[in-house]
């Protein structure tokens, strides 16, 4: 299994550019939700920047809640008034408060999180049975 920060911050850049890409060829619903569950997705791989060893179930919890928490800060007006003097504001606090924006975090999150896991439990299939294998056909101890 592949851990440690470089595949992490590699997984963000690759969500990042997705994002900026599908802002860039469309406008409107795709543009708008599709941000939003890759923002969330971006925040699900920052988690392995900052603790490379975070049990995913974990990671993904703390993504969703991180989100919600930026965008419930959204409903003190303060992030519109940040995104009105900076791009970057915008595009990291955003600028008002949306309740499909709760709904859609999760959807960017629970699949990373499920292949995560998945990824995981194969890594420890091929272990085990790389282990075995090693094995079969030594002469007997």
Not at 9 to 26: D, E, M, P, Q
Not at 46 to 66: D, S, T
């Amino acid at each position: 299994m592949v851990r440690g920060r470089l595949p992490a911050v590699a997984a963000v850049a690759l969500i990042l550019g997705l994002a900026f890409g599908i802002r860039a060829w469309s406008d409107g619903w795709l543009e708008q939700h599709s941000g939003t569950a890759l923002y969330a997705s971006m925040i699900y791989a920052g988690m392995f920047v900052l603790r490379p060893a975070c049990p995913p179930v974990r990671a993904g919890v703390l993504a969703v809640a991180f989100c919600w928490a930026v965008e419930a800060f959204q409903l003190t007006g303060v992030p519109a008034a940040l995104a009105e003097r900076s791009l970057a504001a915008r595009l990291v606090l955003g600028a008002r408060f949306d309740w499909a924006d709760v709904a859609w975090y999760p959807v960017g999150v629970v699949p990373l999180v499920v292949l995560h896991l998945l990824v995981i439990r194969r890594a420890a299939v091929s272990a085990a049975t790389a282990g075995r294998g090693s094995r079969v056909g030594s002469p007997p101890g």
